[in-house]
């Protein structure tokens, strides 16, 4: 076999391909039966990374405009429901309610007139009243005792007409008057809640994560201003393969590694809806009470295949584990782009290790991809391999040249 400065892995969806010198005889030379398709019985359970998250979060916004008056503590800083983390000045708000509440003051007096006047018309109405201004003197009494009845004699007055026409009006007046009074109230309500808008309450005991706004800055309505999380209870989110969510359960226990703490996990929640683009359903896990961990930790779980008897039926690849760039959080590696000859980082999901310092592949390559064995640390997109990978060896121990 041609040894090369480049050490690559050329994999394909029925069993694993070998290229280059990085792995050991035995390892390139015979077949890994661990993970043939037809001889899968040793991968019986998959290993997945995910990211401990907190019970539920919230992204606090500001929902008035204004200048900052006060901010609960700093990052990390545990608050309870109900206590105001986050004030904005509110200066203009409280004018504005005091003025709603002088509108609503001047309806009830219109209210009250309104009220007086339509009473008076029901016991004494103004057509009748003789006492009216117009009724004072000989002439109004004339008018009164004569002209009126003449009038009425006549058809040129109706005073029980003139006496409905007052009453109505005055009836609607008071009515006019109630709903200004329903308009002033809506208004001080308006003002009452932009007043309250302005100070940000905690929904729930939590700890402040992160932290956009400070004292004395400007905000704007939508303007975010800090992260809050429960984290009374933590979780394990996984993306999980969608040919492995049928056999879960809600309530089903998982084992959950957490750098060197192993520590029992139950299935939390169960998305309903895969990612189109990785065929991943998210799911939740439970973490126990009181559990060492802290939002962000890197967490692996163990979940049986998907086969008979946890058995994975379906086919695997593998990688050696020289492969997988150093100096990442995730594993990657870099897959050669065969019309470029650059490469580019791919992100893996890595399920069981295997003998001779293989590492099964569950998500992150595909049929025929060139991965680079032996990466420089901190390798990123571009890196330009020094020439094209040529020698590849298969599951039978035959090679080929490019």
């Known amino acids: 076999m041609h040894k090369s400065t480049l050490h690559t892995l050329l994999l394909t969806l029925g069993g694993v391909v070998l290229v280059g010198t990085g792995l050991p005889a035995h390892a390139a030379g015979a077949p890994i039966s661990t993970i043939a398709p037809n001889s899968a019985k040793s991968a019986n359970q998959i290993s997945l990374g995910g990211v401990v998250v907190p019970l539920r979060t919230i992204d606090a916004v500001s929902l008035v405009s204004g200048r900052v008056n006060f901010v609960l503590g700093s990052i990390g800083t545990r608050v309870t429901a109900g206590q105001v983390v986050v004030a904005v000045n509110n200066s203009a708000q409280m004018a504005n309610l005091q003025e709603a509440q002088a509108g609503l003051l001047s309806a009830q007096i219109g209210w009250q007139t309104a009220n007086i006047q339509y009473t008076r018309q029901l016991y004494s109405p103004r057509s009748n009243n ?60 308006n003002a009452q809640s932009a007043l309250s808008d302005t100070d940000t309450y905690a929904p729930f005991d939590g700890v402040i994560m992160s932290k956009q706004v400070e004292v004395g800055g400007t905000v704007q309505p939508g303007s ?68 060492p961990v802290a939002s962000g930790m890197y967490a692996t779980i163990t979940l049986p295949g998907n086969g008979a008897d946890g058995v994975s039926q379906s086919p695997q690849v593998a990688v050696p584990e020289t492969a997988l760039i150093k100096g990442y959080y995730l594993p990657c590696v870099l897959v050669v782009n065969p019309h470029t000859h650059k ?17 099964v592949v569950l998500a992150g390559l595909k049929s025929g991809d060139q991965v680079v064995l032996h990466p420089p640390a901190h390798a990123a997109s571009g890196w330009e391999p020094g020439h094209t990978p040529h020698t590849v060896a298969d599951r039978s121990g035959t090679s080929s040249r490019g």
Do not use: C, W
């Not at 957490?258 to 996990?265: F, H, K, Q, V």
């Not at 999901?349 to 310092?357: N, V, Y």
């Open 130 to 189: 003789v006492a009216s201004p117009m009724s004072i003197g000989p002439s109004g009494l004339f008018n009164h005792y004569f002209t009126g009845p003449f009038a009425q004699m006549a058809g040129i007055q109706n005073p029980g007409l003139d006496r409905y026409a007052d009453t109505v009006q005055s009836k609607d007046e008071l009515l006019l008057a109630e709903q200004q009074i329903r308009v002033a109230q809506a208004k001080v309500a």
């Open 224 to 291: 975010p201003l800090l992260v809050l999380a429960d984290v009374s209870r933590m979780l394990v989110k996984v993306d999980v393969p969608e040919d492995l969510v049928p056999s879960m359960r809600l309530g089903q226990p998982v084992p959950i590694t957490i750098g060197r703490t192993e520590l029992p996990g139950i299935i939390y929640q169960i998305y309903p809806l895969a990612a189109p683009s990785t065929h991943t359903v998210p799911i939740k896990i439970m973490l126990p009470p009181g559990a």
């Open 343 to 359: 490469t580019e980082i791919h992100v893996l999901r890595l399920g069981e290790t295997l003998p001779h310092g293989m590492v």
